[in-house]
């Protein structure tokens, strides 16, 4: 049987996947721990992967075409430094962001972005080092992959994070 859409139903019944988030109830609450986390662990297994690839194949003779490594670590020194401050930025108008919001969904909306976008931000810096390490051939430049680890550990969206996040919102319930 097939059914039948009238104008005036698609107005007013909501699609399946936009789910009424006005109630911030434990399953929401866990499905957005869970979305989150999936996405901090693939950004940063892919940073992972990536500097292990590049890190195999400088040692298989096949990086190192650069002459300019200098010009590359400092490039990679200023850009780590300003993608860390830019991610701490993020991370931290957040909290003062949070206090403004008027709902769980909101609120909700608003971690995710601006968790994702800092982790991206850093994890720019990362990559650049990683394509850096294979371009000049010299594995110091794989050291300014290690901030990007500390950040993604200190902003992991733990339950205790998430307990602080909801502590924050401005006018929930």
Same mark, same amino acid.
């Given at each position: 049987?097939?059914?039948? #859409?009238?104008?005036?139903?698609?107005?007013? !019944?909501?699609?399946? #996947?936009?789910? /009424?988030?006005?109630?911030?109830?434990?399953?929401?609450?866990?499905?957005?721990?869970?979305?989150?986390? =999936?996405?901090?662990?693939?950004?940063?297994?892919? %940073?992972?992967?990536?500097?292990?690839?590049?890190?195999?194949?400088?040692?298989?003779?096949?990086?190192?075409? %650069?002459?300019?490594?200098?010009?590359?670590?400092?490039?990679?020194? !200023?850009?780590?430094?300003?993608?860390?401050?830019?991610?701490?930025? =993020?991370?931290?108008?957040?909290?003062?962001?949070?206090?403004?919001?008027?709902? #769980?969904?909101?609120?909700?909306?608003?971690?995710?972005?601006?968790?994702?976008?800092?982790?991206?931000?850093?994890?720019?810096?990362?990559?650049?080092?990683? %394509?850096?390490?294979?371009?000049?051939? /010299?594995?110091?430049?794989?050291?300014?992959?290690?901030?990007?680890?500390?950040?993604?550990?200190?902003?992991?969206?733990?339950?205790?994070?998430? !307990? #602080?996040?909801?502590?924050?919102?401005? /006018?929930?319930?």
């Amino acid at each position: 049987m097939r059914a039948i #859409y009238r104008s005036n139903d698609l107005a007013t !019944a909501s699609p399946r #996947y936009l789910r /009424d988030m006005e109630n911030s109830t434990q399953e929401q609450l866990a499905a957005d721990k869970r979305t989150l986390r =999936i996405i901090w662990l693939a950004i940063v297994s892919g %940073v992972v992967m990536l500097s292990a690839i590049m890190t195999f194949l400088l040692q298989s003779g096949a990086g190192g075409t %650069v002459s300019q490594g200098n010009v590359f670590f400092t490039l990679n020194a !200023a850009l780590n430094i300003a993608s860390i401050l830019l991610g701490f930025t =993020i991370q931290r108008k957040l909290d003062a962001a949070l206090t403004f919001t008027k709902s #769980y969904a909101e609120a909700a909306g608003l971690i995710r972005s601006r968790c994702i976008i800092s982790l991206a931000v850093v994890e720019a810096s990362a990559l650049f080092a990683a %394509v850096a390490t294979f371009l000049t051939g /010299d594995l110091l430049n794989l050291a300014f992959v290690v901030p990007f680890f500390a950040f993604s550990w200190l902003f992991f969206p733990s339950d205790s994070r998430f !307990a #602080y996040w909801q502590a924050m919102i401005g /006018d929930e319930r």
